[in-house]
């Protein structure tokens, strides 16, 4: 079996590898991004009728101003993003499982919104609702983020578009590495030259570890 390199910040790399060693799996943790806290303020753009919760980050280094906020019903992206919402006293009032664009479908038109974002995010397509973000926290590269030739003859597990390009940036030789990304997005950033690159079938942690399960047992991919 192949080892799984887990490249995702702290503290969700820490929830995936534990995830990971329930499967069973060989998994180590190499974060690519520290996530620290951005100061931020409410906007002063009026009223808004709920809050966009995208990362359990947002709930965690957003704090500064939750209690103004904490009258407003929360909308989160997934269960891992809700029960951080909860954990800091706010209402959910619905959870997606399928990404953001998902969560808003099943939304009403014509909310408004207060997203409580990163600093690098994928803005909504097509959305219904009025959204306004707002930046609370950033990831920024970790410079040496660990002994990288733990990578060959494993599979990286890729949870965004960005962590897949700073992995494309920091390893040249990529034959004897397969990737399982988060989303075709996720895939498309880590460039070319892998062994194998493939995504998850939906957005979630779940689906990502069920591929990065099937590429480590897969002895095709050796």
């Not at 359990?56 to 957003?62: I, P, S, T």
């Not at 970790?142 to 962590?163: F, K, M, N, T």
Request: net charge negative; charged share 25%.
């Amino acid at each position: 079996m192949r080892r799984l390199v887990i490249l995702r910040p702290e503290p969700g790399a820490g929830q995936t590898l534990e995830r990971a060693q329930q499967r069973g799996l060989e998994a180590i943790s190499m974060p690519l991004f520290e996530v620290r806290p951005v100061d931020w303020s409410v906007p002063a753009s009026g009223a808004f009728d709920g809050l966009l919760v995208t990362s359990a980050n947002a709930m965690r280094h957003g704090r500064r101003h939750l209690e103004a906020l904490r009258h407003l019903p929360a909308y989160a992206v997934g269960e891992a993003t809700a029960e951080a919402v909860r954990s800091q006293g706010l209402e959910v009032a619905a959870t997606g499982d399928g990404g953001v664009d998902q969560l808003l479908a099943m939304l009403p038109a014509g909310l408004r919104l207060l997203h409580l974002a990163g600093e690098d995010r994928r803005e909504a397509r097509s959305a219904r609702q009025a959204i306004t973000s707002v930046t609370v926290y950033r990831s920024e590269p970790v410079e040496r983020p660990g002994d990288l030739a733990q990578l060959a003859d494993a599979v990286a597990l890729i949870h965004s578009p960005r962590a897949g390009a700073r992995l494309a940036e920091l390893v040249s030789d990529r034959s004897c590495t397969a990737v399982a990304a988060i989303s075709p997005a996720a895939a498309a950033a880590c460039g070319e030259g892998w062994e194998r690159v493939e995504a998850a079938g939906e957005p979630t942690d779940e689906a990502l570890l069920s591929l990065a399960e099937r590429l480590c047992k897969d002895s095709g991919a050796t």
